[in-house]
Nanobody, 115 residues
Framework: QVQLVESGGGSVQAGGSLRLSCVASRSISSFNFMGWYRQAPGKQRELVATITISGRTNYADSVKGRFTISRENAKNTVYMQMNSLKPEDTAVYYC?????????WGQGTQVTVSS
């Protein structure tokens, strides 16, 4: 059973920054993709950013230039640095991992951005 544990969420004012962390219970080199989704109240869960085993990244248009996803294999951790936060970034952020056999999800961490 794979566990993904997120941390780093919180409340900030618009323009502020947060860094999310996702620690996996096994080597992240075993996952083809890892990344972050988010879900705002009353909305569907949406993709925010992904990173492949080779380090290739992909971002939603709404966060390009503001968010940066990275991975630290030695710590089995994926990060997402979020800068220039906007109120519309308010959501629960979920870490996910995909090894092409299964998809795993974390429990989520709340990010709240006030104007």
């Amino acid at each position: 059973q794979v566990q993904l544990v997120e941390s780093g969420g919180g409340s900030v004012q618009a323009g502020g920054s947060l860094r999310l962390s996702c620690v996996a219970s096994r080597s992240i080199s075993s996952f083809n993709f890892m990344g972050w989704y988010r879900q705002a109240p009353g909305k569907q869960r949406e993709l925010v950013a992904t990173i492949t085993i080779s380090g290739r990244t992909n971002y939603a248009d709404s966060v390009k230039g503001r968010f940066t996803i990275s991975r630290e294999n030695a710590k089995n951790t994926v990060y997402m640095q979020m800068n220039s936060l906007k109120p519309e970034d308010t959501a629960v952020y979920y870490c996910y991992a995909n090894d092409f056999r299964n998809v795993y999800w974390g429990q989520g961490t709340q990010v709240t951005v006030s104007s």
